[in-house]
C-alpha cells in the first residue's frame, strides 16, 4: 500500500528518489535562462514533505560568466545571485574565458503540494558568449550531468 504519512517522531525518512541524467550536449548563447535537458516530476506523498534536490553538473563557457538556475513548475527557487540584468536569481557558476568542470548544488524545497511537481535545470550566459552542459568531448569538457530529487518525509 502506498505510504500516505508518517507516525510521530519518525520524520527524516527518504520516501522516494527520482532522477534525471543527460548524456547529450545543451548549448546556448542566450542571455535568458534557456531549459537544459535536466528535468523531472516527482509526487510528493503529503503537502507537508520536502523536497531535496541535488544537481551535479558539468559546465563550460567560452567565456564570461555562466549562470544556473534551478525552476520549480516553471518559477526560480533557491540561487543566490541575481543574473546580470535580470530579476530572476540564479548560481553565479564560472566566470573568465574557457572554465569548464563539475558543479553541485544542493537545496531542501517545500512544494506544498501532492501533486506532480517539475523540477528544472536552466543556464544562461552573460553576454551572448557559448556556455555548455554536458558537453562529452574530453578534449572541452566533460561528464554527465544529473539531476536527483528526493522526498523526505517530516
Do not use: C, H
Not at 550536449?25 to 523531472?40: I, Q, R, V
Not at 563550460?60 to 543574473?83: A, E
Not at 563539475?102 to 557559448?130: N, R
Amino acid at each position: 500500500s502506498a505510504i500516505t504519512g508518517l507516525p510521530a517522531g519518525v520524520g527524516g525518512k527518504v520516501l522516494q528518489v527520482v532522477q534525471d541524467t543527460q548524456l547529450t550536449n545543451s548549448s546556448t548563447t542566450s542571455t535568458s535562462f534557456t531549459d537544459s535537458a535536466l528535468s523531472l516530476n516527482i509526487t510528493p506523498s503529503t503537502s507537508s514533505n520536502k523536497v531535496l534536490i541535488r544537481a551535479t553538473i558539468s559546465i563550460r563557457s567560452s567565456g564570461g560568466n555562466t549562470y544556473i538556475g534551478l525552476q520549480r513548475n516553471g518559477s526560480f527557487i533557491g540561487g543566490s545571485v541575481g543574473k546580470s540584468g535580470s530579476s530572476t536569481d540564479g548560481f553565479t557558476v564560472f566566470a573568465d574565458n574557457g572554465r569548464k568542470g563539475m558543479i553541485g548544488i544542493e537545496w531542501l524545497d517545500s512544494p506544498s503540494s501532492t501533486s506532480a511537481v517539475t523540477y528544472k535545470i536552466q543556464f544562461a550566459a552573460d553576454s551572448g558568449e557559448t556556455v555548455y552542459i554536458s558537453n562529452l568531448d574530453v578534449n572541452v569538457a566533460g561528464g554527465t550531468s544529473s539531476l536527483t530529487a528526493m522526498e523526505i518525509g517530516v
